[in-house]
């Protein structure tokens, strides 16, 4: 029935296994009972779902969770689904927290992550720093009360002391961190991409007219919250580099840099920033 629905066989699997209530990993079990006779219930249950994938629902809405910097999260319609393209701007983001130059102005490292969504880089980020920092501070913004729940129960979860605020970007938050890390909405407003996601949230998508809107507010606000020698490290669009380093140097930071992506493509970039607080 999946075939004709024309699921690919991967995704036919993974459907296959939530409905019998197994693990995704669990692809050798349906191996090794090939030949068995599904169950009616299950059958119904998997001929829902595989319509639904037909539909075009994103397979991780479906089964209500994705992998994300090797941490499991459940994710729902209210959050963006973590992308892979995302682990670079954690990796990048853990490279700075350990450079020996970071400042020691606290003895704890700070870390905000601007409009968490399901928690995924705010959560990566506490789960690595465990071992090498164990009293980092993680505060993780969204504006969305329903992503906030997402991710908070992520958390809880995962069991990560992760803080969360609801906040217009830096509007309600107090202190300075080591790290402003964010992968904000960066599509056009009238982007053609926008039509296959539809199913995400739209708040989680789309910034202005050339979508930019929202890294140039972050860009302006953060070195307010960064101390001396932080960084601020953003995601944006496959053709946004240029102007996301041109607004960071417009705004005084120094060191501004990008970064690739899995397909090579300069998909994250950041700065330091070099003076005082509030400047
Ligand atoms: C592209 S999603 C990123 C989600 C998550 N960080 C990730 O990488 O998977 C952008 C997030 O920014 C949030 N957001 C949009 N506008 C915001 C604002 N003005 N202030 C704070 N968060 C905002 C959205 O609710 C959404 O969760």
Known sequence: MAQTLGLERLDAQLLLLHALGKPGHDRAWLLAHDADELPDAVAQQFRQLSLRR????????????????GLELQVDARVLIP??????????????????????????????????????????????LQRSHPNAQVLAVDASANALAVASANAARLQLPVQ????????????????????????????PHLAALKHEPLQALTAGSDGLDDIRQIVAQAPTHLHAGGWLLLEHGY???????????????????SRPDLAGIARCSGGQWQGRPGT
């Open 164 to 191: 969360f605020l609801e906040s217009h970007w830096l509007q309600r938050v107090s202190g300075h961190f080591h790290l402003i890390v964010s992968n904000p909405p960066y599509i056009a407003n009238l982007d």
């Open 83 to 128: 992308r892979p393209d995302t682990e670079t701007l954690v990796e990048w983001s853990l490279e700075v927290l350990q450079q020996p130059a970071m400042p020691p102005t606290t003895p704890t490292l700070q870390v905000l992550d601007l409009g968490t969504g399901s928690g995924a880089i705010a959560l990566a980020i506490c789960h690595r």
């Open 239 to 257: 053709d946004q580099a240029a102007a996301v380093c041109t607004l960071l140097h417009q705004r005084g930071f120094a060191q501004v840099q």
């Open 54 to 69: 037909a539909a075009g629902e994103p397979l991780a809405y479906i089964v209500g969770r994705k992998e994300f910097f």
